[in-house]
């Protein structure tokens, strides 16, 4: 149902602007396209203009100071996100076989949840709306950009980031990542951020922007806990993104074999094995599953260096009065419904991903929270702590009240878009639509009953998913996303 999976247009576009940037040659004899032709740009017109209003309230919470009771002192906080990390992959969410002890231990201090779901399957826009706020069509919509925050761009309204905001109130702040995209001409998420460091291991690779360098976790602890030792002063904002589980799936020793011996017969992890999967080459299920150890070996690696990085902070005593929050921008998929890696797919491995919480001044520990939530409500949850009203264009919800027991079930609904809005879903705690933008065609799935995915039910529970359906093209209207297909007759409108 998705295109290829592997990011060829943003890295043609991408590689445009590095071209640019670094003088660094790209593929040649590649259709390179200006810029600004990389997004398709909703205009808020519609095929279906009859539904203007969300059927459901978009909120934005005001401080509640009171409820969380802050320490006098402004507390640190430390935002880890982990690219391309499914919740399944953890221990804390049940997974047996996959070793991560710190974050584990980090799961048990401090709050659980048990389901997140990212707004992007790819890596710019997810990790634009956790520091927005804001859904990516609406930063879209503001920024008319495929290269999400680039302050170059005039956007046709303000947008504040996180870091901005607590940069504005005192705050020291520093954002350690380890992906190219990332990088300040092509991302503009370094707004507010007073040190932004790109950290990461040189690759030999050169046809690809997004592999000129690859994430090693030990390279991204360094580089954080040399912030810490140099430049840290309370309050601070310390972001660190972690690459490493993202492909190719290279983990070092004694990682690459913590999952499995050696095995000369099996695939590695290389790009060469990606690029012959993303060109839909078979693979025997024995092979998928070394793969998944390797992925496992990643996430492992990457939660020993998370360890490491909390550890030295915590003897630099700089760990005080800190929240301590870790997540992924999105998950992975390897071969569910017979789709590989992330973009474009909104299914479970890679729409489910991991978000704890710690800071014990607060949050019981060993506390697991069940009701939907969202990556765009972690800028409010911070923002709440630290007393801040959120900014005009947040779309999310503090988690506080969900984390404290004083909102027992969410009112929450989760809308996951992707690059070419062909696909949009919207999920509720029970129940998850995809509509296919192009078709009509609607999957409905339990949420519950299905973590798989395996049993649409659109035809059977018809009522629900028409119902999902109008709630979904009203958030679309709203949002500037062209409704491509209006909704089909009832009986023509599942697959
Ligand atoms: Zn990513």
């Not at 640190?76 to 047996?96: E, Q």
């Not at 978000?355 to 929270?369: D, H, M, R």
């Not at 027992?408 to 809005?421: F, G, Y």
Request: net charge negative; hydrophobic share 40%; aromatic share 8%.
């Amino acid at each position: 149902m998705h295109e290829h999976p592997l990011e060829t247009r943003h890295n043609k576009t991408a590689c445009f602007l590095l071209v640019l940037l670094l003088a660094v040659s790209c593929a040649s004899g590649e259709d390179i396209p200006p810029p600004s032709s990389g997004l398709a740009l909703g205009s808020g017109a519609t095929a279906n203009g009859s539904v203007s209003t969300p059927p459901f309230p978009i909120i934005t919470q005001p401080p509640m100071a009171n409820i969380v009771s802050p320490p006098m002192a402004k507390p640190n906080i430390i935002f880890i996100t982990i690219d391309s990390l499914r919740a399944d992959a953890l221990g804390a969410y049940g997974n047996n076989r996959a070793q991560t002890p710190h974050l584990d231990a980090l799961a048990k201090q401090g709050v659980r949840f048990g389901l997140d779901i990212t707004q992007y399957p790819q890596t710019d826009y997810s990790h634009a709306a956790m520091f927005t706020g804001a859904s990516p069509a609406s930063i879209k919509d503001t920024y008319r950009t495929p290269y999400v925050l680039n302050s170059s761009d005039v956007p046709t309204k303000p947008m504040t980031t996180l870091a901005e905001i607590l940069a504005g109130q005192g705050y020291t702040t520093a954002g350690i990542y380890s992906y190219v995209g990332l990088t300040p001409e092509l991302s503009g998420l370094n707004r507010g951020f007073m040190t932004y460091q790109f950290a990461c291991l040189p690759a030999p690779e050169q046809k690809y922007l997004e592999r000129l360098c690859d994430g090693r976790a030990n390279i991204t602890t360094d580089a954080a806990l040399q912030w810490v030792k140099d430049k840290a002063a309370t309050p601070y904002f310390l972001w660190v993104h972690y690459q490493d589980p993202h492909y190719p799936y290279t983990p070092p020793p004694p990682f690459d074999t913590m999952y499995g011996p050696p095995c000369p017969d099996c695939v590695d992890g290389s790009y060469e094995t990606i690029d012959r999967l993303g060109a839909g080459e078979p693979i025997s299920e024995s092979n998928i599953a070394r793969l998944v150890d390797l992925y496992y070996g990643e996430t492992s690696f990457t939660d020993q260096e998370i360890g490491r990085l909390l550890e030295n902070i915590g003897n630099a005593r700089l760990l005080d009065n800190t929240l301590v929050i870790v997540t992924a921008d999105h998950g992975e998929s390897f071969n569910e419904h017979g789709l590989w890696f992330h973009p474009g797919i909104l299914y479970n491995p890679v729409a489910r991903v991991p978000l704890i919480i710690s800071y014990p001044e607060t949050i019981p520990g060993g506390s697991v929270v069940d009701a939907l939530v969202r990556s765009i409500d972690i800028m409010l949850t911070i923002l709440e702590l630290v007393n801040i009203p959120p900014p005009e264009q947040a779309e999310g919800k503090s988690l506080w009240p969900l984390i404290l027991g004083l909102e027992q079930e969410s009112e929450r609904v989760a809308i996951l878009e992707e690059r070419d809005d062909n696909w949009v879903a919207l999920i509720t705690k029970n129940w998850k639509l995809i509509r296919n933008n192009v078709t009509g065609g609607l999957e409905l799935y339990d949420m519950i009953m299905d973590y798989d995915e395996s049993n649409n039910l659109a035809s059977i529970n018809l009522e629900q998913a028409l119902q999902m359906e109008w709630e979904l093209i009203s958030w679309m209207n709203s949002h500037g996303i062209t409704v491509q297909r209006g909704p089909l007759a009832p009986m023509d409108s599942v697959p």
